[in-house]
């Protein structure tokens, strides 16, 4: 029975660890813009872009160890299509997942449905966040901020 907690705590605290992990990585980037003068500088953005690629990086990961551990701890919970089993094939279905790609080659089961739903839509709110901040950021710069 302790499965059924797992199914949808794990969704919940990976969510609420991604929307964390995104927060700390765009004040981060902001203040560092700010402060070192960055923002008049597009290496800085360029910057700014690559430290928070590595943020949405650390969240797939984050997803990924989750489905790992929720496919071994929950029955009737699986991946089945086209997958190994290796921690690749585990990586590659969270990107595929967090950025709604989704090509359907690798198909969750049981107890995985919940979370995979809960990271396509976290994924696609975190990719927005970081959209609209590098938005505002190069607007700023072109406003000459």
């Not at 650390?58 to 190994?84: C, M």
């Not at 989704?102 to 970081?130: C, K, Q, S």
Request: hydrophobic content about 55%; some cysteine; overall charge neutral.
């Amino acid at each position: 029975m302790i499965w059924v907690g797992l199914e949808w705590g794990a969704p919940m605290a990976c969510g609420a660890a991604c929307i964390a992990i995104h927060k700390f990585a765009v004040q981060l980037v902001s203040n560092r813009l700010t402060v070192r003068g960055y923002r008049s500088n597009a290496n800085g953005l360029m910057r700014a872009l690559v430290f928070l690629l590595l943020a949405h990086l650390i969240e797939i990961a984050l997803f990924a160890g989750a489905i790992f551990l929720l496919d071994r701890a929950i029955p009737g919970a699986s991946l089945t299509g086209a997958f190994q089993g290796s921690i690749e094939d585990y990586l590659y279905f969270s990107s595929t997942t967090y950025s709604s790609l989704g090509f359907g080659d690798i198909v969750p089961n049981g107890g995985l449905r919940l979370l995979v739903g809960v990271e396509a839509l976290v994924g696609l709110i975190m990719i927005a966040w970081t959209a609209a901040f590098l938005f505002a950021e190069t607007d700023q710069q072109g406003r000459g901020s």
